[in-house]
């Protein structure tokens, strides 16, 4: 009888697993450098750089803290409604409601212009740029107006609106053509907000990924489609914080008001029908009120200066405040993944 030995298959021995050290860093974990191990020079560098990040703080809120205490102490709720009169005391002087109506009548007007030519502009420039030659020098004219001083565009606007062409935009008296209107100081300040408006507005639309755009010409959309419907509505975040910070660009211009619109601190209307009347004559702003009332100005009104600077602070601030949860929000909803 013949024994039938069957053979069991041997299993190899699994591989030993090493484990890592526990105080080597994981794969992609890279460790933090400490600047205890940088050289001397650096560090020094970085408290440099800690100093005037501090230093800024500081003045900045130094700024903030002693307007709003002198404007706390000096602003008077009746200031915000009464018209400037003239008096020997400051009590006897009214408030500063021209400055702050006209205040929101250049902003409201100066965006108005600003706002549609600098997104048209902006996605003329990322989604035709043609023929480029133009487009090249457009960029280079958006990013000279945004290093132009106020005062020269002030001056430029000056011969612009002086000339009979226009007389129908400001006061005209005998022929002549004074050129000081809130139609001529929007439209320069509309210059000062645009550079900003154009460039985030072209910051939102090179942030959507081009298979977007592939994707709405393949179910059949035109360019101008994709554009209106897909593009702008997806860059709208972009658009409205280049707006804000446009508007805060125009309501803190001196320049300009003072050439523009007269150095008046009330409105002073023209012949014809409201409120073109109030807009082609001359007038003032918040900005203009504080130049003339300051110890050094016309007015010598310190204590109504710093109440006027309190609100335009203020107006700023709030400005500030808007673009940055815009921009927070926008973060928040997510980005196009490429």
């Given amino acids: 009888m013949t024994n039938t030995s069957v053979a069991t298959p041997q299993t190899a021995p699994p591989p030993s697993v090493t484990p890592s050290p526990p105080d080597q860093p994981l794969p992609g974990k890279g460790a933090v450098e400490g600047s205890a191990t940088w050289r001397l020079s650096d560090r020094i560098g970085l408290a440099i750089c800690w100093g005037l990040g501090l230093l800024f703080c500081a003045i900045a809120a130094a700024i903030v803290v002693y307007l709003f205490v002198q404007g706390v102490k000096f602003l008077k709720p009746s200031m915000l409604v009464t018209p400037a009169t003239a008096g020997f005391t400051e009590s006897q002087t009214g408030g500063f409601s021209d400055a702050f109506i006209g205040t929101l009548i250049v902003a409201a007007m100066g965006i108005s212009i600003a706002l549609p030519v600098g997104v048209g502009v902006a996605v003329w420039l990322v989604e035709y740029g043609r023929p480029a030659a133009l487009a090249r020098v457009t960029e280079s004219t958006i990013e ?9 565009l002030a ?30 100081a929007s439209s320069m300040l509309s210059l000062v907000a645009l550079p900003l408006i154009v460039a985030s507005t072209r910051e939102g639309l090179n942030a959507i990924p081009q298979h977007v755009r592939e994707a709405s010409y393949a179910v059949g959309k035109t360019k101008i489609a994709t554009t209106r419907r897909i593009l702008l509505p997806s860059a709208r975040p972009q658009v409205a914080t280049g707006a804000v910070l446009g508007l805060g660009r125009i309501i803190g211009d001196t320049a300009i008001i003072v050439v523009l619109l007269g150095a008046t601190q009330n409105f002073a209307p023209t012949d014809g029908i409201l409120p073109l009347n109030y807009l082609r004559g001359a007038g003032t702003t918040l900005t203009n009120f504080v130049y003339e009332a300051s110890p050094t100005g016309n007015l010598n009104q310190p204590q109504k200066a710093y109440a006027a600077a309190f609100v335009l602070l203020m107006m700023v601030l709030v400005l500030n405040a808007a673009a940055d949860v815009i921009h927070r929000r926008a973060r928040k909803a997510g980005t196009w993944s490429h």
């Fill in 144 to 152: 000279a107006i945004a290093g132009i001083p106020s005062i020269v």
């Fill in 155 to 184: 001056l430029f606007g000056t011969v612009i609106f002086s000339s009979t062409a226009l007389g129908f935009l400001s006061r005209t008296s005998e022929g002549v053509v004074f050129g000081r209107s809130f139609f001529a």
